[in-house]
């Protein structure tokens, strides 16, 4: 990042301007591996909150807010002392272009992320606000690591030592965590937009509303709609049974269970599902004593998998408000996985496996899928 600027004798800029620019930060070094701190704990607690959505979690996202305002609490006062060099374009040096394009990332990430709070919005533009925040959250990272690799410079003893700097520190880290809930209560003592917002920040797209909720793939899932007379729905893996079932002996199961979904770009709906439990469909195909998980499986090779004992109570839905879902929603069957984000609740379900281990390689599947021929829509 950029250092405290020189002056030279062509600048037309006023005795005081040149001394307040000349006063350099005492704790420069403190002050960059605070943001590159605040940049990777932020990345975390994002990474974090995307597959975040119990309401015990609320505190992941909270962290993100906080850390956010720590970083422009942080930011502020580093572009208060590199602003003057940085709107003088003649004074800039490869060190200042990179420096300013840090500093332009870190803006774009933050200034995304609090408008999204405040519930403001955008014209969509490949992604929306969200989306631009999450990308922009992941090349901030990139920069900030890439960046710390090639020119750190070590924090030394006498850089954190010392009640000054440990002072300077607190104060911003705790004025940063205050902002979080004053941005929350603004929310409510003015009723901006960003009430509505669920503590995931993702907002309500209706309720109760059957099919009518908005549809959307992980990444590009886009299978040709399924025949159910033709489906099957395997039940098999760690078990001693295995069997198959066409639509009609699943739409036999009439379970039912009210659960939100909460797609990770922002909109949640909550619905009356219909369906079977999977609990129901995996005793009968006596799953060893030694899975513990059970995984379901997309036509397009997307999946997911769950701890057996979440897995028995979540529901294979083939209805949502006593409708059959419609393609889009995932038809014949989606997994309905109450308090999970929506990318784990896998849609056009045609197997689930009893596990003895978990499966990492899910998270692969995920960005995968839609290039293979069923996800791209290919017979
Ligand atoms: N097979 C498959 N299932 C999937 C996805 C996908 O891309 N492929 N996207 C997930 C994501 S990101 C979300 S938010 C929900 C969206 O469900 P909806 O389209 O019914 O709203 O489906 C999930 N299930
Ligand atoms: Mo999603």
Redesign the pocket.
């Given at each position: 990042m950029t250092t405290p600027a020189t002056t030279s004798a062509l600048d037309e800029t006023t005795p005081a301007q040149r001394r307040r620019r000349r006063l350099p930060d005492p704790f420069p070094r403190l002050t960059d591996w605070s943001l590159a701190l605040g940049v990777g704990l932020g990345f975390l607690t994002g990474l974090i909150s995307l597959i975040s959505g119990q309401p015990g979690d609320w505190l992941i996202f909270a962290l993100h807010g906080a850390v956010g305002f720590w970083l422009l609490a942080l930011l502020w006062g580093k572009l208060r002392r590199t602003l003057p060099r940085l709107l003088h374009p003649r004074r800039w040096d490869r060190r200042t272009v990179l420096g300013a394009l840090a500093t332009l990332l870190v803006l774009l990430a933050l200034g995304t992320g609090i408008w999204w709070v405040f519930g403001g919005d955008a014209p969509p533009i490949v992604f929306n606000l969200l989306g631009w925040h999450i990308a922009l959250g992941f090349a901030l990272t990139a920069l900030v690591a890439l960046h710390l690799l090639a020119r750190a410079k070590p924090l030394r003893s006498r850089d954190v030592r010392g009640r000054r700097q440990a002072l300077r520190f607190g104060a911003l880290a705790l004025g940063g965590a205050l902002l979080w809930p004053a941005q929350q209560l603004a929310n409510q003592a003015l009723r901006l937009p960003g009430v509505a917002e669920r503590f995931t920040g993702s907002r309500d797209a209706g309720a109760h509303t059957g099919n009518a909720?908005?549809?959307?793939?992980?990444?590009?899932?886009a299978?040709l709609p399924i025949t159910p007379n033709s489906w099957r729905l395997t039940i098999g893996g760690a078990v001693a049974h295995p069997y198959t079932l066409t639509y009609a002996d699943l739409l036999a199961h009439t379970d039912r269970l009210d659960a939100i979904?909460?797609?990770?770009?922002g909109f949640y709906?909550l619905q009356t599902w219909q369906g079977a439990r999977i609990g129901a469909l995996l005793t009968a195909a006596h799953p060893h004593s030694d899975a513990i998980y059970v995984r379901v499986v997309?036509?397009?090779g997307?999946r997911w998998s769950l701890p057996i004992a979440e897995a028995n109570n979540a529901l294979l839905a083939t209805l949502v408000e006593g409708e059959p879902?419609i393609h889009?929603?995932?038809a014949p069957v989606?997994?309905v996985a109450p308090g999970r984000?929506?990318?784990?609740?896998?849609?056009?379900?045609t197997r689930i496996e009893a596990l003895t281990t978990p499966d990492p390689g899910e998270l692969l599947a995920?960005h995968t899928?839609?290039l293979t021929p069923a996800?791209r829509g290919e017979r």
């Open positions: 909720f908005p549809s959307t793939s992980w990444v590009a899932d299978p979904l909460d797609c990770t770009s709906t997309s036509i397009t997307y879902l889009d929603h995932g989606r997994l984000r929506g990318f784990q609740w896998v849609k056009w379900v995920i899928s839609s996800g």
